[in-house]
């Protein structure tokens, strides 16, 4: 692996960690890639079902008082 540091002098080792880092262009593998899309994917479909959850919770609530059960036979009700 080859730093471009200080100089731009191209050396086999470097030892100047995140100061070499943020001066060489690194890019993500395609593992990486692919890892991170997971990570992604996952935590949308987790808003998503947090907001199914809190949406039927919440008509639940607003809808608890309203909620009337007929007897079967009235009022069209099979």
Same mark, same amino acid.
């Given at each position: 692996? &080859?730093? %471009?540091?200080?100089?731009?002098?191209?050396?086999?080792?470097?030892?100047?960690?995140?100061?070499?880092?943020? *001066? #060489?262009?690194?890019?993500?593998?395609? &593992?990486? %890639?692919?890892?991170?899309?997971?990570?992604?994917?996952?935590?949308?479909?987790?808003?998503?079902?947090?907001? *199914? #959850?809190?949406?039927?919770?919440?008509?639940?609530?607003?809808?608890?008082?309203?909620?009337?059960?007929?007897?079967?036979?009235?009022?069209?009700?099979?």
């Amino acid at each position: 692996m &080859f730093c %471009k540091c200080k100089d731009l002098r191209v050396t086999r080792t470097c030892s100047h960690g995140t100061e070499c880092a943020a *001066k #060489v262009n690194m890019h993500a593998t395609f &593992f990486q %890639k692919v890892i991170l899309c997971a990570i992604a994917a996952f935590f949308a479909a987790a808003l998503i079902e947090w907001g *199914k #959850v809190f949406v039927v919770g919440a008509d639940d609530a607003l809808n608890k008082g309203y909620q009337h059960r007929s007897p079967v036979g009235v009022s069209g009700n099979p």
